[in-house]
């Protein structure tokens, strides 16, 4: 069973709108949830969180944790057509293998000029 | 963040043949790992790449089909071996950030495609 959840699987929107992209997540010993951005072959890292109600922002991209409700959201604003591609979640459990990252099947983005 | 590159970038084998993907970071680093990625999925881990020790493999992964080589705190080769069409995929090195807090962070190289006929 999947031990982390994204949705929606696929999202295609026109440039400037705003996408909020969904991970939900189910370890048992919760230490990060990461976040990435994979366009072609290579993610790349976005953001890191370990604590609930702080928001990451990096330009456009925010994020954030609920570790009560066991999900993060990453939000897009004003999107681009460079920001098309798969965003992928992970997280990380403190019982696992240090750097055992458990991904979510990502969300693919489409983002129409 | 360091550099990473893989290579090759992608190739065509042949079924029962075997290849071998290089992975260079461009510092030294303590953990680098592999994954693959079938195609429509997600990530999944295949192993730890131990520098001086065996890897450490994940459930579902042996290291007569994977050998993983780390010979060193830049580099790392996984083999892929007896090769069938189900293990066309993307293959993936990554290595852990040094810093806290992001050594749970992964940096990923640029991948390897691979399809077997």
């Known amino acids: 069973e999947d031990k982390v959840v994204q949705s929606p699987l696929s999202l295609v929107v026109h440039e400037g709108d705003t996408v909020t992209l969904n991970c939900s997540y189910e370890v048992t010993n919760f230490r990060s949830l990461l976040w990435y951005k994979q366009e072609k072959k290579a993610p790349t890292f976005l953001f890191m969180l370990t604590s609930s109600g702080i928001e990451k922002k990096s330009g456009r991209l925010s994020s954030i944790l609920d570790k009560k409700e066991l999900f993060s959201i990453l939000n897009i604003t004003a999107t681009q057509t460079g920001d098309s591609a798969v965003y992928l979640c992970?997280?990380?459990?403190?019982?696992?293998?240090?750097?055992?990252?458990?991904f979510g099947r990502g969300t693919q983005l489409t983002v129409w000029p | 963040s360091a550099v990473i590159s893989q290579k090759p970038s992608r190739d065509i084998c042949q079924r029962g043949t075997s290849l071998t993907i290089q992975c260079q970071v461009d510092s030294q680093v303590t953990m680098m790992f592999w994954y693959r990625q079938q195609p429509g999925q997600s990530l999944t881990l295949i192993a730890t790449a131990n520098q001086g020790s065996e890897a450490t493999y994940e459930s579902g992964f042996v290291i007569d089909k994977f050998p993983i080589s780390r010979p060193n705190l830049t580099f790392s080769t996984l083999t892929v071996s007896n090769m069938s069409p189900e293990d066309s995929s993307i293959y993936l090195c990554?290595?852990?950030?040094?810093?806290?807090?992001?050594?749970?962070?992964?940096?990923f190289g640029p991948g390897t495609r691979l399809l077997v006929l």
């Open positions: 990554s290595y852990a950030g040094q810093d806290i807090p992001f050594k749970e962070t992964q940096y």
């Open positions: 992970a997280v990380t459990d403190r019982g696992s293998t240090l750097g055992r990252l458990y």
